[in-house]
């Protein structure tokens, strides 16, 4: 079994795998934050439910991204991420607005995971 992965043009890296885990974790619960919120304006049972499922779907991505992270170091990636796209999804899409120091908050969240991750 082994053998047939040695004529790959590539391996796939661990780190690889851990931060597409934890981006489709991040789009999963972001997704079903999004959902979240719509139930709360709109008031449609559905919302909260398929929020739910979907967010649990995401949770199971993160839970299997911690075979090949450390929690500490997960736990930063993935916190940064979701702050940064909830955000985005907070203005693009509900149109709330960010002050100076959000964006600057921003910013500096995009800086720390690329810290990490070095």
Known sequence: MINMFKNLPFI??????????????????????????KWSL???QI????????YFIGTVFW???LK?????????VFTVLNLILI?????LIF???LSVYNKVGIILGIISVILIEI
């Open 12 to 37: 796939v890296d661990s780190k690889v795998i851990f931060l597409v885990l934890v981006a489709l974790a991040v789009i999963l619960e972001v997704i079903g934050d999004i959902l979240f919120k």
């Open 42 to 44: 709109e008031n449609r």
């Open 47 to 54: 919302l909260i439910y398929l929020g739910l499922l979907i």
């Open 63 to 65: 839970a299997i991204s």
């Open 68 to 76: 090949y992270e450390g929690l500490a170091k997960a736990i930063s």
């Open 87 to 91: 955000v985005l999804a907070g203005v």
């Open 95 to 97: 149109k709330e607005d």
